[in-house]
């Protein structure tokens, strides 16, 4: 039984992503940051913009893939082999939608 173990992992990932896409404090939102900082935010320069940007693509792209792995284990049967072994277009359509899902709530948490 996959998805007996898994489900409550991916509720926790879930409850997770939900938590943190709450809006920041007024302190935050007006960009107020702590002193001894490695990068102030929001970036006052073009490498400090380059920076931020990669770092949050790739923590966003990790994000993502742990959901895709998470809802995976979630299902009872293997995504990879029903897309790409048997065709299932109709699997394809709901992971990708799952996928668009998360990545909506990763970039409201990151922003």
């Not at 742990?66 to 709901?94: H, M, Q, R, W, Y």
Request: some cysteine; glycine content about 8%.
């Amino acid at each position: 039984m996959k998805s007996r173990r898994a489900m409550p992992v991916l509720f926790l990932f879930l409850s997770f992503l939900v938590a943190v896409s709450h809006p920041a404090t007024a302190q935050e939102a007006a960009g107020a940051t702590t002193g001894g900082s490695f990068m102030a935010w929001p970036p006052k320069t073009f490498l400090q913009a380059i920076l931020g940007s990669v770092a949050f693509g790739l923590v966003g792209i990790v994000l993502a893939i742990t959901g895709f792995k998470l809802f995976d284990a979630a299902v009872p049967f293997s995504l990879e082999k029903e897309i790409c072994e048997k065709g299932n277009i109709a699997v394809a359509i709901v992971s990708a939608a799952m996928i668009l899902g998360i990545c909506l709530i990763i970039s409201k948490a990151m922003s």
